[in-house]
C-alpha cells in the first residue's frame, strides 16, 4: 500500500508541479479530491492520532472530503485557487515548525491550518489567480513529490502523511530542501511559459471552460 500510495503521490506531485496551467481545467477536480483527500485523513490522524489512513475512518472522511472538495473545484473554478494557496501555506507552516522541532501531530496540524488560513486569504484579496496558481501549485507538488518518493524507497510511512513528519524527514537531508525548491523553481518555470495556453474567467465563483 505505501508503495503504491509512494506511486501516485510522486507522479501527482510532479504533475501538479510542472503541468499547472496547461492543463488547469481538466486537473481542476483532480486537485480538489487529492486535497480533500489529505484534508480529510490528516483530521483523523491529528484528532484521533491514528496513521494517516490507517482506520476505516480516515478513508472514508478523506474520499467524503475529497469528493467534496471535487465537486466545488469544477463548479467553482477559484476555489481551486484557493485550494491550492491554502495547501502551500499548510505546507509551509508545517515545515518550518516541524524543522525547529515541533513534534505535536495536533499542534503541527493547527499550525498548518492557520498559515493555509492565512494564504487563502491572501488569495481572496489578490487578484493575481494566473501566479497564484504557478506558485502555489509549483511549492505544493514539489513536497508531495518528495513525499511520494520517499515512500517508494522506504523512508516514509503512510501513517505519517499529514502528522509533519516529511519535513523531519527532509530536514534530515539538507540536499532535499534544495531538491524541493529546485522543482518547484522548474515547475513555475514550465507554468509560466504556458500561461497563453489558460484564459482563466473573468467570473471567479462560475466554472471554467479551456480556451478555444
Keep these: 500500500m505505501d508503495f503504491l500510495i509512494g506511486v501516485v503521490g510522486l507522479i501527482a506531485g510532479i504533475g501538479l508541479a510542472l503541468a499547472g496551467l496547461r492543463y488547469f481545467y481538466l486537473l481542476l477536480p483532480i486537485w480538489g479530491f487529492i486535497a480533500g483527500f489529505i484534508v480529510g485523513g490528516a483530521l483523523v490522524t491529528a484528532v484521533f492520532g491514528d496513521g494517516f489512513l490507517a482506520t476505516t475512518l480516515g478513508i472514508v472522511l478523506g474520499l ?11 463548479f467553482y473554478w477559484y476555489f481551486t485557487v484557493i485550494l491550492a494557496a491554502a495547501t502551500a501555506g499548510g505546507v509551509l507552516g508545517g515545515s518550518l515548525f516541524g524543522a525547529i522541532g515541533v513534534s505535536s501531530n495536533w499542534l503541527l496540524f493547527i499550525i498548518g491550518l492557520a498559515f493555509g488560513i492565512l494564504f487563502a486569504l491572501g488569495a481572496l484579496m489578490l487578484n493575481l489567480p494566473v501566479y497564484l496558481v504557478v506558485v502555489n501549485t509549483a511549492l505544493a507538488g514539489s513536497a508531495i513529490a518528495i513525499g511520494g518518493f520517499l515512500m517508494v524507497i522506504n523512508k516514509f ?26 522543482v518547484a523553481v522548474i515547475g513555475m518555470m514550465a507554468q509560466l511559459t504556458a500561461r497563453e495556453a489558460a484564459r482563466l474567467p473573468e467570473e471567479r465563483w462560475a466554472p471554467a471552460a479551456p480556451k478555444a
Design 64 to 74: 467524503v472530503f475529497g469528493v467534496l472538495f471535487a465537486a466545488i473545484s469544477y
Design 157 to 182: 510511512d503512510r501513517e505519517d502523511i499529514g502528522t509533519g513528519d516529511l519535513w523531519r524527514r527532509i530536514d534530515d537531508y539538507w540536499y532535499l530542501w534544495i531538491i524541493w525548491i529546485v
